[in-house]
């Protein structure tokens, strides 16, 4: 009986485009699900990783890139139980750590990291949501635990992990600010946030939109001197600054001197170790209900591509040519 199989597309080395391969489709181990991948979500990670140039994601080429997903499940294996066949499902679920990543027909994956596709949104929008909405939620719900009234400020609130802050902390009763360049002051104001040009002097908008105290919650995605700036606008006695960016050398005196706090978020560690996995699901799951309730959307890039128009989707990321999330289609 021959053995199933699959296509994939492969990034071989950082110079080549990507290859078409044919690999035997993969069977579901214990705790895992094999989905049939509709949609594969690009982040700018997987073009790091493409580049050689993300060491920190531990996928040396040649490798199978995509970290996002959304799909069916085929079949469940030992020990699962809150998936069957026939479900749709979303998730953050490889392309790092030597994991197979989602740029194929097919991939078994670990049955925490997945969470029930929101019905509300189609397998392109889902695939979209999970690396950017799980990073939001680490920073915003774990690390600073952001509360209804609280003044919250998203550095680079137009992006894919700052237009996800925008609408969770939305979601979750604060008032939003968001820092970006002029061109996109529309989409963040669609999003019910109040537009900060990201060229503006620090205590100037703290002075016009806090009065002066200080934001409660900062949101940095952009890193360098945007996190510095942070240090800066924070509220005294309780503010808190989380970054997903955070990889610099930087001068902790002014986060001190207000007796606030910073947080790092890493949202691959769960992938890397293998500990935390089951949280990510259960992000994913109240991902799934603000979606269907209304509040929650990702922004998508109008382009459709597919697996042969891959390299296309990645040169649109690359030369700043898209317009929200790239996704690409894999399956009806």
């Known amino acids: 009986m021959p053995i199933p199989s699959m296509r994939a597309l492969q990034a071989p080395d950082p110079a080549s485009p990507l290859r078409m391969i044919e690999l035997p489709r993969p069977a579901p181990g214990p705790g895992q699900v094999l989905v049939r991948i509709k949609a594969s979500g690009v982040n700018p990670l997987d073009l790091k990783i493409r580049a050689a140039a993300a060491a920190h994601a531990r996928h040396p080429l040649p490798n199978i890139l995509g970290i996002d997903m959304a799909g069916t499940v085929e079949a469940a294996g030992p020990g699962v139980t809150r998936f069957k066949a026939g479900d749709a499902?979303?998730?953050?679920?490889?392309?790092?750590?030597?994991?197979?990543?989602?740029?194929?027909?097919?991939?078994?994956?670990?049955?925490?990291?997945?969470?029930?596709?929101?019905?509300?949104?189609d397998m392109r929008a889902a695939a979209a949501l999970p690396l950017i909405?799980?990073?939001?939620?680490?920073?915003?719900?774990?690390?600073?635990?952001?509360?209804?009234?609280?003044?919250?400020?998203?550095?680079?609130?137009?992006?894919?992990?700052g237009h996800m802050a925008v609408q969770l902390a939305k979601a979750r009763g604060a008032e939003i600010f968001a820092t970006e360049g002029a061109e996109r002051r529309g989409l963040v104001e669609s999003q019910g946030a109040t537009f900060i040009d990201?060229?503006?002097?620090?205590?100037?908008y703290v002075a016009a939109h806090t009065g002066g105290d200080g934001f409660d919650v900062i949101y940095?995605?952009?890193?360098?001197?945007?996190?510095?700036?942070?240090?800066?606008?924070?509220?005294?006695?309780?503010g808190r600054v989380v970054s997903c960016l955070g990889w610099?050398?930087?001068?902790?005196?002014?986060?001190?001197?207000?007796?606030?706090?910073?947080a790092g978020v890493f949202t691959l560690l769960p992938l890397?170790?293998?500990?935390?996995?089951?949280?990510?699901?259960?992000?994913?799951?109240?991902?799934?209900?603000?979606?269907d309730a209304g509040q929650l959307k990702p922004q998508l890039d109008g382009q459709h591509y597919t697996l042969q128009t891959a390299d296309a989707a990645h040169d649109a990321i690359n030369q700043r040519r898209a317009q929200g999330k790239v996704v690409i289609e894999i399956g009806k």
């Open 89 to 121: 499902v979303f998730g953050m679920v490889g392309g790092v750590g030597g994991h197979q990543g989602t740029l194929a027909e097919f991939a078994a994956v670990d049955a925490d990291l997945l969470a029930l596709k929101p019905a509300g949104l």
């Open 133 to 161: 909405f799980i990073t939001a939620w680490e920073g915003l719900v774990d690390r600073a635990q952001v509360k209804s009234g609280e003044r919250v400020l998203v550095h680079g609130g137009a992006g894919g992990v």
């Open 198 to 204: 990201r060229t503006e002097d620090v205590a100037t």
């Open 220 to 238: 940095d995605t952009a890193g360098g001197p945007t996190l510095d700036a942070s240090f800066q606008a924070v509220r005294p006695y309780g």
């Open 248 to 262: 610099g050398t930087h001068a902790l005196a002014p986060l001190s001197f207000r007796a606030a706090s910073y």
């Open 272 to 291: 890397l170790t293998g500990k935390g996995r089951a949280h990510h699901g259960d992000i994913l799951a109240a991902a799934a209900s603000l979606a």
